[in-house]
Nanobody
Framework: QVQLVESGGGLVQSGGSLRLSCAAS????????MRWYRQAPGKERELVAA???????NYADSVKGRFTISRDNAKNTVYLQMNSLKPEDTAVYSC?????????????????WGQGTQVTVSS
């Protein structure tokens, strides 16, 4: 009913930049919070950045000042601009969104995940 499709990952040298996109489609009444997570091999999944429908933003301390999250509500898309990348940023990045959908007589909210995109930063 709802799909999140990510794009923009790849291989970049240390100090470089990448821009990730995550587009939501399907039965969407409204999109509430949107988040980017990452998981490196052997490590737990980490919340990188989050943005609410009202535009409130939070970042993990490890990416503050280097990453910028934004959203285009008209396109149902969230972005993650990643600058000054470091080898320790290497991970699979996944988007997550809390989305309200319409049912016959009501609406309901559910959380959805994208498939993940690999970001590799070489030293």
């Amino acid at each position: 009913q709802v799909q999140l499709v990510e794009s923009g990952g790849g291989l970049v040298q240390s100090g470089g930049s990448l821009r990730l996109s995550c587009a939501a489609s399907g039965n969407i009444f409204s999109i509430n919070s949107m988040r980017w997570y990452r998981q490196a091999p052997g490590k737990e999944r980490e919340l990188v950045a989050a943005i609410t429908s009202g535009g409130s933003i939070n970042y993990a301390d490890s990416v503050k000042g280097r990453f910028t999250i934004s959203r285009d509500n008209a396109k149902n898309t969230v972005y993650l601009q990643m600058n000054s990348l470091k080898p320790e940023d290497t991970a699979v990045y996944s988007c997550n969104a809390a989305i309200t959908s319409k049912a016959v007589w009501t609406t309901y909210e559910a959380t959805y995940w994208g498939q993940g995109t690999q970001v590799t930063v070489s030293s």
